[in-house]
């Protein structure tokens, strides 16, 4: 799980727990300008592709987190429930994409939206 607050300018991202072992991150920095779309999606964490690993660890049906590549993207997950997850559009960043589950989707949402607005304005 990832713990999200906004610090100045920026979003960040703590992984929780174990989850910094099974991920090889244990925190991620990102400017708000970069975030470009914030949104819940428990249907981006199901299935058992999520692309080609580059590092971390994928437990189909379990676990999946760290980096992987998909259809041109990098993109950071982190993930075991998808009822609790929400993915976030970057630009200008190495990860294209966050897949994360958060404690409460919809306060997290909130946040970020309340940040960058709706739509990444």
Same mark, same amino acid.
């Given at each position: 799980?990832? *713990?999200?607050?906004?610090?100045?300018?920026?979003?960040?991202?703590? /992984? *929780? $727990? &174990?989850?910094?072992?099974?991920?090889?991150?244990?925190? &991620? *920095?990102? =400017? &708000? %300008?970069?975030?470009? $779309?914030? !949104?819940?999606? =428990?249907?981006?964490?199901? @299935?058992?592709?999520?692309?080609?690993?580059?590092?971390?660890?994928?437990? #189909?049906?379990?676990?999946?987190?760290?980096?992987? !590549?998909? +259809?041109?993207?990098?993109?950071?997950?982190?993930?075991?429930? #998808?009822?609790?997850?929400? /993915?976030?559009?970057? +630009?200008?960043?190495?990860? +294209?994409?966050?897949?994360?589950?958060? +404690?409460?989707? %919809?306060? %997290?949402?909130?946040?970020? *939206?309340?940040?960058? @607005?709706?739509? $990444?304005?």
């Amino acid at each position: 799980m990832v *713990e999200i607050s906004v610090a100045g300018e920026k979003a960040v991202f703590e /992984v *929780e $727990g &174990l989850d910094k072992m099974w991920s090889l991150r244990s925190r &991620l *920095e990102i =400017p &708000l %300008a970069h975030i470009t $779309g914030v !949104h819940a999606d =428990p249907a981006a964490a199901r @299935g058992w592709y999520h692309g080609l690993r580059l590092l971390g660890s994928n437990i #189909p049906g379990i676990l999946t987190a760290g980096t992987f !590549h998909r +259809d041109g993207n990098n993109v950071f997950w982190d993930v075991h429930d #998808p009822e609790r997850t929400i /993915v976030l559009d970057l +630009d200008h960043e190495f990860y +294209d994409k966050l897949i994360i589950e958060v +404690d409460d989707p %919809a306060n %997290a949402v909130a946040l970020l *939206e309340s940040r960058i @607005g709706p739509a $990444g304005d």
